[in-house]
């Protein structure tokens, strides 16, 4: 782990200290806890970076941190990897000896992490090179690093490139440069942050899919993105940050049920011809109008009723209250008035638009720091 500080930072802390505590296990899992953010906070001058971050990380779960530019993700990445020291408060994390320990003290005793802060920069050298230089730094053991950087420059599809100098390299290729040094020795902890910068959709893609399989490896895993689509594909658990707070922390499926507008999507087989899209729309509306939501505080300018139509998709998106109920009779509306002239051939409730949803009202809810800026 970087042993690199700001020299501004000495002035924040007063001695180091190595506190251990035993892990606290999650009543209703049982799991154990590998990170406790406690009380954290990072001032720059009288900017508040960070303010009182209270976190509980367990084994195995995959965090996604999310929030609007300057909310405080890249500040708290950098602060688990040591990059820079908090203010106050502290971070603990899991042992060898299976006990919490500070992170700001003596961690070679610390469970291993793996990180991928921001967008990586890499010395002028091969792509073997550098990851070589990565993997022995860090004691890998001698005798497995090739096969080891084989696995994974394959895995990443830069097996190829496995001899030439990263300065050649797409943004997009040194994106994956960046994560596969961050895996490279197979870290109990890894920290991803915009993991799917520069990527192409298929490479976006094999990251989700490699995210799931060090899932499946039991790893602990912290993303940071923007990407809301990805993140509610692959996280158990979102962490919303804003104005430096954590203003929720829980699963999508929960922080769901707070939600006070819903989303429904109606995909129909054939287009709505043009002529006849805007009498559709609105004998649509008049037959929903006791289902759908009227609450547009956070919405945007155009719900100005509950029902709209994307003709590139042939899609509605329908906001209603959320009732089970009016789901039902929601769809009822929408089989009978296409069953002569066209078929449905999707009705769902996205994921994905809950996560926005959420992000939108709970950013908009959420006031301002004072002071802060």
């Known amino acids: ?137 860090q004691n890998y053991p001698k005798k497995k690093i090739n096969a080891r950087l084989d696995e994974l420059l394959k895995l990443f599809k830069l097996a190829d490139w496995k001899h030439q100098k990263v300065k050649t390299f797409s943004k997009g290729m040194r994106q994956k440069m960046g994560i596969i040094q961050s895996i490279l020795v197979d870290p109990q902890i890894i920290i991803l942050d915009e993991p799917q ?85 609105n004998r649509l509306n008049d037959k929903l109008i006791q289902y759908v939501n009227h609450f547009m505080e956070v919405s945007t300018a155009d719900h100005n009723h509950g029902v709209k139509y994307n003709p590139e998709n042939q899609t509605f998106k329908i906001y209603y209250d959320g009732k089970k109920e009016s789901r039902g009779e929601i769809l009822e509306i929408f089989i009978a008035e296409f069953k002569s002239n066209n078929k449905i051939i999707s009705f769902s409730q996205p994921k994905t638009s809950k996560l926005e949803q959420i992000y939108l009202e709970m950013i908009q809810m959420d006031e301002p720091r004072d002071g802060g800026g």
Not at 71 to 98: C, D, F, H, Q, W
Not at 247 to 259: M, R, S, V
């Open 1 to 137: 782990m970087s042993k690199t500080t700001m020299e501004s930072d000495k002035l924040d802390m007063k001695t180091d200290k190595i506190s251990s505590i035993e892990p606290i296990e999650k009543p209703e899992t049982g799991l154990k806890t590998v990170m406790r953010l406690e009380n954290l906070t990072k001032k720059f001058g009288n900017f508040v970076a960070v303010n009182n971050i209270n976190i509980e990380v367990h084994e195995g779960e995959t965090i996604g941190l999310i929030g609007p530019n300057g909310a405080g993700k890249t500040t708290t990445i950098k602060l688990i990897a040591k990059l820079i020291r908090p203010t106050s408060g502290e971070i603990l994390v899991l042992n060898k000896a299976g006990k919490l320990q500070s992170l700001n003290g003596d961690d070679k005793d610390l469970v291993k992490f793996g990180f991928l802060i921001d967008q990586p920069f890499f010395y002028d050298m091969t792509a073997y090179q550098i990851l070589r230089y990565f993997a022995r730094s």
């Open 197 to 281: 910068t520069g990527l192409d959709p298929k490479a976006r893609l094999e990251i989700r899919v490699t995210i799931r399989e060090l899932q499946h490896q039991g790893k602990t895993i912290f993303v940071a993105s923007h990407m809301l689509h990805e993140i509610s594909e692959v996280c158990d658990k979102i962490a919303l940050i804003n104005n430096g707070r954590i203003i929720a922390f829980d699963t999508i499926e929960n922080l769901e049920k707070n939600l006070k507008e819903k989303e429904l999507n109606c995909q129909l087989l054939y287009p709505i011809p043009t002529s006849d899209i805007e009498g559709t729309i």
